[in-house]
């Protein structure tokens, strides 16, 4: 067991007392680094699992009682195991465990009575999934030996999402928590579920920084983009009725649409177009080492969630504006949901020193916050991580 480990051991014995078998399991948070606000349109986004997680720590409770405790918060829920379905959301991060089980259980499988501690290393608020980290490594913990296929563990979290916590989320913070790979990029077709491993140049990291701001306006806007996207849609049906998705509308025939659609789908619907034909773009110029032309797409991909999707905030804008100006940065853009949270850069390497002190210090006499700044290390999925 390494330092973490022994913490987390440590940690779950003072809760709960000595377990006679304790397994903990890891499922990591993201950073997605571009194709936003496109899972849900069925589209293409290309995340990195991060090296920051959550960590579910499990062992029999010995009694009806299925419980969990929160090492971050110093918070407990509890359920008697046998109703679980019966469980009411509580709107805390106690729904995202209660959703799993519930999910695992109409999946049939059964949920033992079980002790859990969770401890996460995700940032909550940060737009890094922190979310999807609590899921996926909760339904790996519930699930122990028994095999489930790694899709149908990201759509079960996805479901305990989508139906407990009433967030109408895409696929790809499950999915990458479960499929991320060391030291690569997963592009995700969100459609087929197929994904492409694609290995990131090595003359440039990924940095996120964090606003350490959320705005409240986040999950309402979510909602709303998702119904916008649709009406989008209703209206490109009418002239073509194959049409099922955004994702199966280009940038070129959306065009076309102008005047006849409303302004605002509209708006939407050419973010999302453009923003699945950057990630095909964003790619060829990773394969192709074209850190320019990368660096261009992922300011091009800002502008339009500021302008077209309007997901992003003044403090984001503020962050890529600046990254932007700074030598040795190719790009910047805000990753995830928006509405703060954090923005990812690609900056040269051996750059990144300046590159923090930098936009720590214009943010601090901008906002009054130091903003958290982090290498995004590509890490691996979900697993295992120690038995006793
Ligand atoms: C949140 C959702 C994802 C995705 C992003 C935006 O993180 O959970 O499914 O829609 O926002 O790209």
Redesign the pocket.
Known sequence: MDGSSRFLAQSFQERFGAPSALRVFRAPGRV?LI??????NLGF?MPVALDLACFAVIAPSGDDRFRVFSRNLEQAREWVTADILKAQPAHDWGDYVMGVAKELVLAGYEVAPSNILIYSTVPVGS?L?S??AIEVSVAKALLGDRPMLPLDLAKLC?RA?NNTVG?P??????YISVFGRERAAVKIDCRSLENEIVALPSAAEFVAVNTMVKHELGASA?RHRVAECAAAVAVIQAKHPQVESLRDVSSEMLARFEGVMEPVPMQRARHVTGEDERVEAFVAASRAGDLEKMGKLLVASHRSLQKDYE?SCEELDFLVDTASGLPGVYGARM????FGGCTVNMVRSGAVLRFQAAVSDAYQKRFGLTPDIFPCRPSAGAGEVSAS
């Open positions: 997605n194709g936003e606000h496109t899972d849900y986004v737009g999934s979310s999807a996805r999402e967030m989320c895409g696929i790809m913070d499950q979510y997901v990753t995830g949901g928006g």
